[in-house]
T-cell receptor
C-alpha cells in the first residue's frame, strides 16, 4: 500500500542553520504530498503541500519540491529559528486516503 | 469561530468511567476523522465519516464508539478504557467534493486513563 518514510529524529540545530528533513514515498497513483507541523501541546497544522510533480510548496520560509523521479518531498529551510522547534510530519493523500510518516522532532537552540 | 475545535482539551478518567470527546468543524467540510497519537508511534487513523456515514473503521476496539450526528459534529464515546488508551486524540476534517484532500486538524484531547 501507499506509505511515507521520513528521516528519524531527533534533529538538533543551532539558530540560523540550514534544515533538511528527508521524506520519500511509495504510491501506486499520483498522490498529493504534504508537510504538517505539530507544536508542543497542539494538533497538526498544514505547513505546505504540492499536488503534482515539480510543484514547489512553500510557507514561512519552508520549501519542499514534489520529485516524481526520486519519489521524494524533502523539507528545507535556509535559516531556522528557535520558534521552529516542533515535530514535522510528511504525508501523502490519494483518493482521500491520507498516510503519515512517523514524524521528525526538530529542536533549534539559540 | 473558525477551524476545528475539540473539547475537552484534557481528560483524566478511570477504567470504569464513561466519557465523550467532542469535535466541531466550522469549515463546511463533509468528511471528519478521528486519529490516535501515542508517544513514539505513528499517527493511527481510527474512524472516517463522510456525509455522516462511517466509511472506515480501522479495527478499533468496541470500547471506542464514534457518533456523527451531522457533518459539523463528531463525537468519540469512551467506556471501560485501558491505560494503554492514554494518548492524544485528534479530530480532522476535509472537503472531499471538488477533489480537495487537505485535512485540517483540531488541537486534540489529551486523554489519560488511570
Amino acid at each position: 500500500g501507499d506509505s511515507v518514510t521520513q528521516m528519524e529524529g531527533p534533529v538538533t540545530l543551532s539558530e540560523e542553520a540550514f534544515l533538511t528533513i528527508n521524506c520519500t514515498y511509495t504510491a501506486t497513483g499520483y498522490p498529493s504530498l504534504f508537510w504538517y507541523v505539530q507544536y508542543p501541546g497542539e494538533g497538526l497544522q498544514l505547513l505546505l503541500k504540492a499536488t503534482k510533480a515539480d510543484d514547489k510548496g512553500s510557507n514561512k520560509g519552508f520549501e519542499a519540491t514534489y520529485r516524481k523521479e526520486t519519489t521524494s518531498f524533502h523539507l528545507e529551510k535556509g535559516s531556522v529559528q528557535v520558534s521552529d522547534s516542533a515535530v514535522y510530519f510528511c504525508a501523502l493523500s490519494y483518493n482521500n486516503d491520507m498516510r503519515f510518516g512517523a514524524g521528525t522532532r526538530l529542536t533549534v537552540k539559540p | 469561530e473558525t477551524g476545528v475545535t475539540q473539547t475537552p482539551r484534557h481528560l483524566v478518567m478511570g477504567m470504569t468511567n464513561k466519557k465523550s470527546l467532542k469535535c466541531e468543524q466550522h469549515l463546511g467540510h463533509n468528511a471528519m476523522y478521528w486519529y490516535k497519537q501515542s508517544a513514539k508511534k505513528p499517527l493511527e487513523l481510527m474512524f472516517v465519516y463522510n456525509f455522516k456515514e462511517q466509511t472506515e473503521n480501522n479495527s478499533v476496539p468496541s470500547r471506542f464508539s464514534p457518533e456523527c450526528p451531522n457533518s459539523s459534529h463528531l463525537f468519540l464515546h469512551l467506556h471501560t478504557l485501558q491505560p494503554e488508551d492514554s494518548a492524544l486524540y485528534l479530530c480532522a476534517s476535509t472537503e472531499t467534493r471538488g477533489g480537495s484532500d487537505t485535512q485540517y486538524f483540531g488541537p486534540g484531547t489529551r486523554l489519560t486513563v488511570l
